[in-house]
């Protein structure tokens, strides 16, 4: 069965920091592309951060010096290392990969900027 699990979210103070994870069973981890996307309801979801494969990243400009992805293939853990939070960047974040032509996604978790 193909999952993926995020969590980490939660309610911040702007400036702090939160670390998301996406566990990820029912694939062989290492060899997908994996992403992190962002999205409010009644919005669309923007992507946020790539990772093609592990030494690969891509940022969206707009978290680029702020946000770290990484991934953990002996665990099949992907991340979202998320510094100096915004209260813009209050949103359900989603993890996603694409396997033959499918995409599939978890069912997000929801990070509140706010003081």
């Known amino acids: 069965q193909i999952q993926l699990v995020e969590s980490g979210g939660g309610l911040a103070q702007p400036g702090e920091d939160l670390r998301l994870s996406c566990v990820v069973s029912?694939?062989?981890?290492?060899?997908?592309?994996m992403n992190w996307y962002q999205q409010l309801p009644g919005k669309g979801r923007e992507w946020v951060a790539g990772m093609p494969s592990e030494k690969n990243t891509m940022y969206a400009h707009r978290v680029k010096d702020r946000f770290t992805i990484s991934r953990h293939n002996a665990q099949s853990t992907l991340y979202l290392q998320m510094n100096n939070l915004k209260p813009e960047d209050t949103d359900v974040y989603y993890c996603?990969?694409?396997?033959?032509?499918?995409?599939?996604w978890g069912r997000g978790t929801l990070v509140i900027v706010s003081s």
């Open positions: 996603k990969t694409r396997y033959r032509g499918t995409d599939y």
């Open positions: 029912g694939f062989l981890f290492s060899d997908l592309e």
